[in-house]
């Protein structure tokens, strides 16, 4: 039982490069939300998705997508790289509401 | 929106209590505790839900004040894996994902 699984663990991008963060899940979690990490800012919600084919914007969707295709799946992608997008990026999993999330191990991404 | 958590930072020696808060302006569904060490993924620590149910897996208690939308984490003689970064995550109904607070670093010495 992996959990959560999140690749690259470590990128580093040009601007305007564009990029996408893999997370997958292999604990049938239907719930799956993407975050960023940055000093001082707390864990900041980018997108989410409560199940797959439905996926909804948080607080801070400006220069990323996702798509939620499989259960399994929740790829974030980076359309256009910019120096503002350098951050820790998180994927968490739950089951659904009643339950904690499983957060993946990271990727921290720097945009130059 | 982001809730808002108090204090921001507390240093504590070993054995010593702490208790950090977490508030909302919005009406809340459910408020989530969790742990996050250096260089580390946050780690669950509970979660409570509208109509005081309680659930969890450390010996570290909380309390939710529903009509007041806030939240306080309880840490009772602590120890020194105490420590970290403590973030507070509320939902505001079934079908939205967690928003998290700023955080509350806590470090304790011996």
């Known amino acids: 039982n992996a959990g959560v699984t999140q690749t690259p663990k470590f990128q580093v991008l040009k601007t305007g490069q564009s990029m996408t963060l893999q997370c997958a899940q292999d604990?049938?979690?239907?719930?799956m939300s993407w975050y960023r990490q940055d000093p001082g800012m707390g864990l900041r919600l980018i997108h989410y998705s409560v199940g797959a084919g439905i996926t909804d914007q948080g607080e801070v969707p400006n220069g990323y997508n996702v798509s939620r295709s499989t259960t399994e799946d929740f790829p974030l992608r980076l359309l256009s790289a910019a120096p503002s997008q350098t951050s820790v990026y998180f994927c968490a999993s739950s089951p659904g509401a009643y339950y904690g999330y499983t957060f993946g191990s990271g990727t921290r991404l720097t945009v130059v | 929106q982001q809730p808002v958590q108090s204090p921001q930072a507390v240093i504590l020696r070993e054995g010593e209590d702490a208790v950090i808060n977490c508030s909302s302006s919005?009406?809340?569904?459910?408020v989530h505790w969790y742990r996050q060490k250096h260089g580390e993924a946050p780690v669950f620590l509970m979660i409570l839900l509208k109509g005081g149910e309680q659930k969890g897996h450390e010996k570290i208690s909380a309390s939710f004040n529903e009509k007041k939308q806030q939240s306080s984490l309880y840490l009772t003689a602590s120890q020194l894996s105490y420590s970290g970064t403590y973030f507070c995550?509320?939902?505001?109904?079934?079908?939205?994902?967690?928003?998290f607070g700023k955080g509350t670093s806590l470090l304790v010495t011996p």
């Open positions: 604990m049938n979690h239907e719930y």
């Open positions: 995550g509320t939902e505001k109904n079934s079908g939205y994902a967690l928003n």
């Open positions: 919005k009406a809340l569904y459910s």
